[in-house]
């Protein structure tokens, strides 16, 4: 059962991290062509989106790294003592 939830976790990080990509492209394309905009904060929105997406996204999965990297040290551990 525990193993259920952190595969869903782990598809789920997937679609929001998806859906952020798709929400920073969206806001450069609007903030590109609106009045109050332009061309180069459009390109800052794509830019400052992007790096906030890549560490947010790298945080959430290196979190599920260090989960599954904890699991098969306490697996190690539980072979060589039994």
Known sequence: MRDFFINSLEK???VIVVLMI???LIAA???M???Q???LLGVGVLIFGGLYVILMGG???LFLGIYHNTK???ELLES???
């Open 80 to 82: 060589r003592a039994g």
């Open 72 to 74: 098969r040290t306490a």
């Open 59 to 61: 945080m959430m999965y």
């Open 33 to 35: 062509f609106s009045a």
């Open 12 to 14: 789920l990080i997937t």
């Open 37 to 39: 905009g332009g061309f």
């Open 22 to 24: 798709v929400g920073v």
């Open 29 to 31: 394309v609007v903030s």
